[in-house]
Structures are given as structure tokens and as C-alpha cells.
């Protein structure tokens, strides 16, 4: 069954089990549910220019590992988020510190993981170029969702599949984006 719960990073999730109950194991960890919510963001940037324009920060950055789990209090229920650290190492537009945290809404909450659906959590030692609004001094989230993460292979871009972006929109390497926001 799923439920809907409203998180505070603007975006309305439902929340639905997606494999067996949570099981204990005999060294003592456990083996929980895979939770998939669906997200309705609250704002869209279906093209560079507006995602530029509503990003404090466009950076390119390696994610270096979990710096914390919590949970985001909402009207119905709690929602769990992950803060990631990351090492801006390329800063295309406004400013960051070097070593910054990246929340995102999803990881593990007792045993369970939870992610949005089209939204996989960060990867650390993975590289991103990411659209970034300032929530906490030195604390960001990505704007959009999966449209605000431009994943770096090497030097060439990729959009994740959910993003709203057109195809067209994302240059194939970080020269031609940074060239592109100026």
C-alpha cells in the first residue's frame, strides 16, 4: 500500500513497498524493504538557461562519501534524506566552498532503502555536474531532481533518464557547458 507524505524539500511523495518485510539476519543486520517513492517536483528546469538562472551554484563535483542520515518531518509521516560530501572542483557559475554537502531525499532508514523513483541516489567517487540551491551555509540540494544532475564521464555529460531536459539541451562535455553559461 502506498501513502502519500509531504517533504520539506518541496516535492510530494508517494511511498510504496517494493519487496518482502524486513528480515533479520544471524550476524545481526537485517535485510529490509526496497522503498521506491514517486516525487512531483516543485520546480522545473526544462532548459539549461532557466536551470542556471535558479541554481546559487553550478559545480562540478566528486562526491567523496555519506556525511549524515536523517529524517525530514513532514504532515503525514518522515521522510529519510542523505547528506553527501563532495569536493567542488570546478565552479561554473556563484560560489562554494571546496568541501560542501549535497542533501538528497532517499537512503537507509531501519534496514529499509529508500530512493525516488528516476532520482538514484548519489554515487560516491562519482563525478557530477550539479545545478545547487543553498538551503544551510555550506549545505545544498540539487535543484529538480534528476533534471538538475548532469552525470561526467570523463570530460562528456550525460542527462539521467527522468530528467525533463531536451536531449538537444545537454552539451556532450563540460568545455561546451561551461562556454554555454559564460
Do not use: K
Not at 10 to 16: C, K, L
Not at 104 to 131: K, R
Amino acid at each position: 500500500m502506498g501513502r502519500w507524505v509531504r517533504a520539506a524539500v518541496a516535492i510530494t511523495v508517494a511511498v510504496a513497498v517494493t519487496t518482502s518485510p524486513t528480515l533479520s539476519t544471524s550476524a545481526g543486520h537485517c535485510v529490509g524493504d526496497d522503498v521506491v517513492m514517486a516525487a512531483s517536483w516543485a520546480d522545473a528546469y526544462p532548459t539549461i538557461d532557466e536551470m542556471v538562472a535558479a541554481a546559487d551554484a553550478v559545480v562540478q563535483v566528486r562526491v567523496t562519501g555519506v556525511a549524515d542520515t536523517g529524517l525530514i518531518d513532514s504532515d503525514v509521516n518522515s521522510v529519510p534524506y542523505t547528506d553527501f560530501s563532495a569536493r567542488a572542483f570546478r565552479i561554473l557559475t556563484g560560489r562554494t566552498d571546496e568541501d560542501i554537502t549535497i542533501r538528497q531525499t532517499g537512503g537507509e532508514l531501519a534496514c529499509d532503502h529508500y530512493v525516488i523513483s528516476g532520482d538514484p541516489m548519489l554515487q560516491p567517487e562519482a563525478e557530477y555536474v550539479v545545478f545547487l540551491t543553498e538551503f544551510a551555509p555550506g549545505q545544498y540540494r540539487i535543484n529538480g531532481g534528476p533534471t538538475g544532475r548532469l552525470m561526467l564521464d570523463g570530460e562528456r555529460l550525460s542527462q539521467l533518464p527522468d530528467s525533463i531536459l531536451d536531449p538537444v539541451q545537454v552539451p556532450a562535455d563540460i568545455t561546451t557547458l561551461r562556454d554555454l553559461i559564460g
